[in-house]
């Protein structure tokens, strides 16, 4: 059984195209995340949201936009998709808000954007 | 904001080798220290943690990180490295005033060849 599962794992758009990932996690935990990793592997978190309040916001470009429609949901909308839009999505979920608890990754989506 | 270096960009050694990766951060209050691998086609995954205590943590697969507060580090090791300990290993950080950030270094490729 997955624990926290990404659609699509890969997925190829256009420049201009807005597009959606989608994160589950059936671990029951209040807390979900989602980090971008760049062409250098940096990982960096975008958002975070706790029983399905926003509760991390960095400083990501307002043509993304989480959405948490339950806590055991977290997708991630873009829209007018730009190059340097490409990169790997992880989605991760903790039982509760804060590092003290492990968190739990998806497998990531490889976003290209030509 | 805190930062992490890690300072191995890629990490190659035989099997039976021993292995010691560099991790620094730059924050100056109390942090939460974890490392994570990812293994090949695999999502990441924590080795181990540290939040108090005894400064030398012992975490999965026969990996052990020692913090050391004077030098801002956590280094990771193992004695003797295995084939599949290929992966690519993550630092990572948190204030404890803020601990809902969790900071990335770059990342370490290690390629332990058989």
């Known amino acids: 059984d997955t624990a926290v599962s990404q659609t699509p794992k890969y997925l190829v758009t256009q420049m201009g195209n807005d597009k959606s990932i989608k994160c589950e996690q059936n671990l029951g935990h209040d807390t979900m995340y989602w980090y971008k990793q760049d062409s250098k592997k940096f990982l960096k978190i975008m958002f975070s949201?706790?029983?399905?309040?926003?509760?991390i916001n960095e400083t990501v470009p307002n043509r993304f936009s989480p959405k948490s429609p339950d806590k055991a949901h977290l997708n991630l909308h873009i829209n007018s998709l730009e190059l340097g839009d490409s990169a790997v999505y992880f989605c991760?979920?903790?039982?509760?808000?804060?590092?003290?608890?492990?968190?739990?990754f998806g497998p990531g989506t490889r976003l290209t954007v030509t | 904001a805190q930062s992490v270096s890690q300072h191995n960009h890629h990490v190659i050694l035989s099997e039976a080798a021993s292995l010691e990766l560099g991790c620094n951060y730059s924050y100056g209050g109390t942090v939460n220290l974890f490392w994570y691998v990812q293994y090949p086609g695999q999502h990441l995954q924590l080795l181990l943690k540290?939040?108090?205590?005894?400064?030398l943590v012992k975490g999965i697969k026969g990996f052990e990180a020692e913090f050391i507060k004077s030098k801002f580090s956590f280094n990771l090791r193992k004695p003797s490295v295995q084939w599949s300990d290929t992966a690519e290993y993550f630092c990572a950080v948190t204030p404890r005033s803020n601990d809902y950030k969790l900071s990335f270094g770059a990342g370490t490729t290690v390629t332990v060849r058989a």
């Open positions: 949201y706790n029983n399905k309040e926003l509760i």
């Open positions: 540290y939040f108090s205590g005894d400064p």
């Open positions: 991760a979920s903790s039982p509760l808000a804060g590092a003290t608890y492990e968190q739990y």
